[in-house]
């Protein structure tokens, strides 16, 4: 059964639901940053999934990239599976602008995190269900 990291939990906010990822967006204003984690019990590798849901992460975090990218105007998508702190398998994308806070040097841990005002965040949630379309679905 599908869990949640402790740690994703309490560092970001559920967004919604693709075919296979939870979509959720990080906890800090100072970057448009989303996290995929498709929704499989005990995966912490992406070599570990079934062939067909690597092939949906795939096309899922492309389809979000490509979707982040004209819609936050980035200079660069950041994409990537680190997991040295939260082992439970999740992809980062991350916008990212010259002249952001932390640019060209990674964000984690560059400037304290801003946090977003309900507002802004149910804005992204709606522009998620218009940029991602039926497969964006509210968690």
């Given amino acids: 059964m599908f869990t949640l990291d402790a740690r994703l939990q309490q560092d970001s906010l559920v967004l919604g639901d693709l075919p296979l990822c939870r979509l959720l967006l990080s906890k800090d204003a100072n970057y448009p940053w989303f996290i995929l984690v498709p929704r499989r ?64 040097a990674p964000v984690w841990g560059k400037v304290p995190a801003i946090d977003y005002a309900p507002e802004q965040v149910e804005g992204i949630r709606q522009q998620m269900r218009a940029l991602l379309g039926d497969s964006f679905k509210e968690a």
Avoid: C, Y
């Fill in 41 to 104: 019990a005990e995966v912490s590798e992406l070599f570990e999934l079934e062939e067909a849901d690597q092939q949906q992460l795939w096309a899922e975090s492309t389809a979000l990239a490509e979707a982040l990218k004209d819609a936050f105007a980035a200079d660069k998508m950041n994409i990537a599976t680190l997991g040295n702190v939260v082992s439970q398998l999740h992809m980062h994308v991350i916008v990212r602008r010259h002249g952001d806070a932390a640019w060209p």
